[in-house]
């Protein structure tokens, strides 16, 4: 753990909290962009949609999650996280099952993974 000892208590760093919050920032745009392109793709499914479509069915359960984790992600910006807070909240991300099949998401959580890696 990266710390300084400043007068009896301990604090992250400086570097380590703005990159921290940083990736923090970075999760939460990749939420609302994947979560844009769900809602289009729901809005653009072929209708009429039957109840037991289970493509569709699976698309609003994704939809649902990624608006759970995006509520999640929000609630806590702007705050003052402890430094194992914002990695907890970064390593829970990274280890979630995937919201869609792109190959571009699982670079990215690959890529946030090895970010974390080089400041733990």
């Given at each position: 753990?990266?710390?300084?000892?400043?007068?009896?208590?301990?604090?992250?760093?400086?570097?380590?909290?703005?990159?921290?919050?940083?990736?923090?920032?970075?999760?939460?745009?990749?939420?609302?962009?994947?979560?844009?392109?769900?809602?289009?793709?729901?809005?653009?499914?072929?209708?009429?949609?039957?109840?037991?479509?289970?493509?569709?069915?699976?698309?609003?359960?994704q939809q649902a999650r990624l608006t759970r984790d995006l509520d999640r992600v929000g609630a806590?910006?702007?705050?003052?996280?402890?430094?194992?807070?914002?990695?907890?909240?970064?390593?829970?991300?990274?280890?979630?099952?995937?919201?869609?099949?792109?190959?571009?998401?699982?670079?990215?959580?690959?890529?946030?993974?090895?970010?974390?890696?080089?400041?733990?």
């Amino acid at each position: 753990m990266k710390s300084s000892v400043n007068s009896s208590t301990t604090t992250e760093t400086a570097p380590d909290s703005k990159k921290l919050e940083a990736m923090r920032n970075e999760i939460r745009l990749h939420l609302e962009d994947l979560r844009r392109a769900l809602a289009a793709e729901i809005l653009n499914y072929p209708t009429p949609i039957p109840r037991c479509d289970a493509q569709f069915n699976h698309l609003y359960e994704q939809q649902a999650r990624l608006t759970r984790d995006l509520d999640r992600v929000g609630a806590i910006a702007g705050k003052s996280l402890k430094r194992e807070d914002c990695i907890d909240l970064i390593e829970r991300f990274v280890a979630s099952a995937p919201y869609t099949d792109d190959d571009g998401e699982r670079e990215f959580k690959s890529r946030m993974k090895k970010q974390l890696f080089a400041l733990t």
